[in-house]
């Protein structure tokens, strides 16, 4: 395996547990999210696509850095940091949610876990939402405590991730529900394993609470899914495009709200919680929006890659919007792309024109996801 020990960022980025595994599996670039590496490189971006769909991946993912809430109003504070109902959140739930500001602005999109009766973890975008959440609490006069703990999650995703699993814990992980998690140990290692994941397809997090045994954590899990065809891999940005998956900064951040991305379903505005955005998203629900995510498929020879640039979207010889996500997708043999747009100015066939990074091309709108909109193959 090719060894790669010099990636010339500096000791402000910091690395994660399993960094050094990583390396020796064969990752050769990384990138930089919430201030820690991420390997982005572990070869073929498309084998690494196919991988996903036909065996399993293992990723290292603990860039989702966890804010944890403790304390007698645990609840309350997390609620109110939110915009989605969380009254009937069990403990040993997890809930996709947003985080918003007071004009009603997308600051963070992650997965709420209730580790326990008083107890959450905010499994993090890239942001930097524990300084927020600790000013919040500042003037909240709520009994709590926020912190960022030592927990570090694997992605473990792919159709094989569950015979994985119970080579791993035993066939009693098979009982474990979408969006539930289960605290488990594994070689001395305290874990909590959660039935979520960043790929539309199966898959569980793994997180870990010791950083120092992060390469014996990742090791396990290669050892025990060589007989299933695990290999070591990188979120899909092809999957997650297709699956119309959002990635905060691309496609989305403070100047976009939850109803512009049609996730009306995540803002509980009839209910009588209190969270911070309320008034503002009022408005914009009763002035309607102005703008929308929506999905493209771009014609023209197959992207070399996904887009490193916001590319303009035309109609009528004016720009309406912008490309936030595109790839090419090789099972569906087509260019495929989320964009932002005006509403009122596209015309009713839906064909618009992108400025690509290699010229103008036609598309043409559909929706979105672009494959298994149900989540069926998520949900096992």
């Not at 930089?32 to 036909?54: A, C, K, S, T």
């Not at 850095?65 to 309350?76: L, M, Y």
């Not at 503002?280 to 992207?303: C, H, N, P, V, Y």
Request: hydrophobic share 40%; aromatic share 10%.
């Amino acid at each position: 395996m090719k060894q790669v020990t010099d990636f010339g960022f500096g000791t402000q980025i910091r690395k994660s547990p399993y960094f050094d595994a990583t390396v020796k599996w064969g990752a050769t670039a990384f990138s930089v999210y919430n201030h820690m590496y991420i390997p982005r490189d572990f070869g073929d971006p498309e084998q690494n696509f196919w991988n996903l769909l036909n065996s399993a991946i293992l990723c290292d993912v603990a860039v989702e850095r966890q804010v944890q809430i403790t304390g007698p109003d645990a609840s309350q504070l997390v609620q109110f940091l939110t915009p989605r109902d969380l009254s009937k959140m069990a403990v040993g739930q997890c809930k996709y949610a947003l985080i918003t500001n007071a004009d009603g602005g997308i600051l963070n999109d992650p997965i709420i876990l209730r580790v326990g009766e008083n107890k959450y973890w905010i499994s993090l975008a890239d942001s930097d939402v524990l300084l927020w959440a600790q000013g919040v609490a500042v003037n909240a006069g709520l009994d709590v405590h926020i912190c960022e703990p030592d927990v570090s999650p694997l992605q473990l995703q792919g159709p094989r991730s569950m015979d994985i699993m119970k080579a791993l814990f035993g066939d009693e992980i098979a009982t474990l529900k979408y969006y539930w998690l289960r605290t488990l140990t594994l070689d001395g290692m305290e874990l909590i394993v959660s039935r979520t994941g960043w790929s539309s397809e199966l898959g569980y997090e793994i997180y870990l609470q010791d950083g120092s045994r992060g390469s014996d954590l990742w090791d396990a899990f290669m050892s025990a899914g060589k007989p299933f065809g695990l290999k070591p891999g990188h979120t899909s940005t092809i999957r997650r495009i297709e699956g119309g998956m959002l990635s905060y900064h691309a496609d989305m951040d403070n100047m976009t709200n939850p109803f512009e991305l049609g996730l009306d379903r995540l803002v509980a505005l009839d209910s009588d919680a209190d969270f911070i955005g309320k008034t503002a998203l009022s408005a914009i629900r009763d002035k309607g929006i102005t703008r929308k995510q929506i999905g493209l498929i771009i014609e023209g020879e197959a992207f070399a890659g996904p887009n490193t640039s916001f590319w303009p979207v035309i109609c009528n010889d004016s720009v309406v919007g912008r490309v936030t996500s595109a790839v090419y997708s090789p099972r569906l043999e087509k260019n495929i792309a989320m964009a932002m747009i005006e509403l009122a100015s596209f015309d009713a066939d839906g064909v618009v024109s992108v400025e690509t990074s290699s010229g103008l091309r036609s598309a043409h709108i559909t929706g979105l996801p672009f494959y298994d909109p149900s989540k069926n193959l998520a949900k096992g």
